[in-house]
């Protein structure tokens, strides 16, 4: 049998990792949420959510990811034979299935975006903000144009494999988009409203949080750490047996929340207070008509969607390895026709949510982006993120659960560490996780 890839380094891994949870959700969803949400309390709870909740199980999936080395249906196979804890695995790919579609599709936006402002369309044009992200919303020909560029350049790197594509791309593209989002920051900070935008989002209000303030928080944690669904079992499956899992988790989960933390310090003092409008336009409307009124907007619009594309493309690559490495494990197909054969399958279902923003009229009715981002980047990631907690705590066992993250971790062993954990993963993990998901399934919003 052929060795499994590995990471080249524990940084190669960091990154890698890193770029998976670095992604539209940190630099779109991250600042509108806020923005919805009061500002500066939201931020607070968030952190609270990231390292109490989520932390843990980021360590569940990677623990459970090193042991098998295998995707998350093989993973659950070797740890559980003969058991159907599979299913949780597979739920999982169908998962990197349904997410990736319509996140390609807002991926896509960003590139047609650094198009339209390098060609000026974006702050020299007559037209609105509104008017511009409306028409090309509309246009059903370029929505899925691309929809299917930005799925070739994903299936690019992901047929490069782990060291040569994934890890390459992440260690060229994750200093990069540091490096962008420090300059936007510095230039953002000049200007004469920035102040006011920063209050917003640094002084917490917390007349504006409710219990659907911080299960909101708590599943933006989530989906931005790209948990529940086994990218962090994939990653975690390249890893060598002496890594130490706690410190790896915790770079990925400290670099993923600075990165959201700092696009905010764009998006608000960009904003100059509480933004008008908190969806998912807020980006793509409103900030582009603060471009239009700064000094060096074209240039600064362009380096903002060069930007995202690059966020977007470090996790829309992690969502096609999580389907590639089960393609690959389980159906012994070659990673070259696995990762085309899944791109191109799910750039076609990924169609109907390009569609459904003014193009179709059906799509757009039923808001089938929306319910797409509801039903498997909400649901099936919190009930994958329960179903593992409760893997580890009741099917696996905690003893080998510790056991197995003790190579490479000098912790485990030491009595607050153990209880910390025994707690987190018996305890505040799955009740947290159960009431977000009862919360998402009766209110049916999220
Ligand atoms: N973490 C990514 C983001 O914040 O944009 C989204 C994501 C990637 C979710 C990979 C889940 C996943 F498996």
Not at 6 to 15: D, N, Q, R, T
Not at 219 to 232: D, E, I, K, Y
Not at 308 to 321: D, F, R
Not at 358 to 383: C, P, Q, R, S
Request: charge should be positive; hydrophobic fraction near 55%.
């Amino acid at each position: 049998m052929q060795k499994r890839e590995e990471w080249s380094s524990k940084l190669g891994f960091i990154l890698a990792a890193s770029g998976s949870a670095i992604g539209l959700g940190n630099i779109w969803r991250f600042p509108y949420i806020t923005g919805a949400n009061g500002g500066g309390a939201f931020v607070l709870i968030y952190l609270i959510c990231v390292f109490v909740v989520a932390f843990p199980v980021m360590i569940v999936e990677l623990v459970i990811g090193r042991k098998a080395k295998k995707n998350p249906v093989g993973a659950f196979k070797t740890i559980a034979p003969g058991s159907k804890w599979w299913i949780i695995g597979a739920l999982g790919v169908i998962a990197g299935f349904g997410i990736l579609s319509y996140y390609s599709v807002v991926a896509g936006w960003t590139l047609a975006y650094i198009i339209k402002a390098v060609s000026g369309g974006l702050t020299n044009s007559s037209v609105n903000p509104a008017e511009i992200f409306n028409n090309f919303a509309k246009n059903g020909v370029l929505q899925v144009t691309y929809l299917f560029v930005f799925s070739a350049f994903t299936v690019f790197v992901v047929i490069g494999g782990i060291k040569e594509g994934i890890e390459k791309a992440a260690k060229i593209l994750l200093p990069l988009l540091f490096i962008l989002m420090l300059l936007l920051i510095g230039y953002v900070l000049t200007l004469p409203n920035a102040m006011n935008g920063l209050k917003f989002y640094l002084i917490p209000d917390f007349s504006k949080v409710n219990s659907h303030t911080v299960l909101m928080a708590m599943g933006q944690a989530f989906f931005s750490l790209s948990l529940g669904m086994g990218a962090m079992i994939t990653y975690g499956s390249y890893l060598p047996s002496d890594d130490d899992l706690f410190s790896s988790a915790f770079y990925v989960t400290f670099f993923d929340t600075l990165i959201a933390i700092l696009a905010g310090f764009i998006i608000f003092p960009a904003l100059g207070g509480a933004p008008s409008k908190s969806g998912p336009s807020l980006v793509f409307v409103v900030l582009v008509d603060v471009f239009r009124k700064i000094p060096f907007g074209e240039i600064i619009a362009i380096v903002f969607f060069i930007l995202m594309a690059i966020a977007a493309l470090t996790s829309t690559v992690s969502l096609l390895e999580v389907v590639t490495s089960y393609l690959i494990d389980e159906k012994k197909i070659e990673r070259k026709k696995a990762a085309i054969g899944a791109g191109f399958v799910i750039a076609l279902l990924g169609i109907p949510s390009a569609l459904s923003l003014g193009a179709n009229k059906f799509f757009t009715k039923i808001g089938f982006l929306d319910k797409m981002d509801f039903v498997f980047g909400n649901i099936f990631l919190t009930f994958g993120g329960l179903m593992m907690c409760l893997f580890v705590a009741y099917k696996w066992g905690l003893e080998y659960f510790l056991e197995h993250l003790s190579e490479g971790c000098e912790h485990v062993g030491k009595s607050h560490f153990n209880n910390w954990l025994k707690l987190a993963i018996y305890f505040i993990c799955p009740l947290a996780i159960a009431v977000l998901l009862l919360y998402l399934l009766i209110t049916g919003e999220s």
